[in-house]
């Protein structure tokens, strides 16, 4: 292939490079802030891989975004927050590991904070297609605090906002769930 004809093919691609660099984050920017409430699944749900294993078992909550339909029913979409606790490691310690969508700025990382507690910074660990992934291991003192709250806030910020978007989990049956894990 001639230089002129290489140029002739790259010069498109850069065309929808640039393109995509700007449509992603505005159309996911855009998804984040349309008008609707969380809908949630039962709040917290323990998962096993193998029902005679503990060691396979995972506790989970899910939030799902919803708006009213043109018949004024409230209608499921996409899910904006996935919450997952499991033991890890070696030395099987608990892990919370959070799914958020596409098109979160990931240089700030995320907030965790449960009610009126202190903020614990999250860093990304990575994108998929199905969103983006955080992890904290939780030590003795945010995971005595994740049994006894309300709420688990979750901040993050949309790629191109000043502003943190904040969703709200409910602590409610996590503790008495979060007992059936090993």
Not at 51 to 63: D, G, H, V, Y
Not at 77 to 89: D, E, M, P, Q, S
Not at 131 to 142: I, P
Not at 161 to 167: R, Y
Request: glycine share 10%; proline share 5%.
């Amino acid at each position: 292939m001639s230089r002129q004809e290489c140029q002739k093919t790259q010069k498109p691609m850069r065309s929808l490079q640039k393109a995509l660099f700007f449509i992603v984050p505005a159309v996911s920017w855009l998804f984040l802030a349309m008008p609707a409430h969380t809908q949630q699944a039962p709040v917290w749900q323990k998962i096993c891989g193998n029902a005679n294993k503990a060691e396979t078992c995972r506790i989970s909550q899910q939030l799902f975004i919803s708006q009213k339909g043109k018949d004024g029913k409230q209608k499921a979409g996409g899910r904006i927050l996935g919450l997952t606790v499991l033991y890890a490691g070696e030395k099987r310690a608990p892990h919370l590991s959070i799914s958020l969508p596409l098109g979160v700025d990931l240089r700030p990382g995320a907030v965790l904070k449960v009610d009126k507690g202190k903020d614990i910074p999250v860093q990304y660990l990575r994108c998929t297609q199905a969103g983006c992934d955080a992890s904290l291991k939780l030590d003795d003192t945010y995971l005595k605090a994740l049994k006894a709250g309300n709420n688990l806030l979750v901040g993050f910020r949309p790629w191109g906002s000043g502003k943190t978007t904040v969703l709200k989990a409910s602590l409610t049956g996590f503790s008495k769930v979060f007992k059936g894990l090993k």
